[in-house]
């Protein structure tokens, strides 16, 4: 289950990718289409949150435009499918 770290509030938009970035901030980059040359992908910032990252935490923007974060699965041991 996830828990809400930060209150943010962004609005997205189709076509970008909404991720935290190194300092704790939102930040967006467009999404790779077909036909589009490949190539550095401009970033920016969206919000500026300043989150301090945990190890063992995945952190992402939630539907309400939130910084939140999961604890990762890791080490898992049993059956695979």
Do not use: H, T
């Not at 992908?41 to 923007?61: D, I, P």
Request: proline share 0%; net charge positive.
């Amino acid at each position: 289950m996830a828990e809400v770290v930060a209150k943010a509030g962004v609005k997205k938009q189709s076509g970008y990718l909404y991720f935290i970035d190194k300092k704790g901030d939102v930040a967006r980059a467009k999404m790779s289409r077909k036909g589009r040359k490949k190539g550095k992908v401009k970033v920016e910032a969206v919000a500026k949150v300043g989150v301090k990252k945990q190890k063992g935490y995945l952190y992402f923007v939630d539907k309400k435009g939130n910084v939140a974060r999961a604890k990762m699965a890791r080490g898992r041991k049993g059956k695979r499918r």
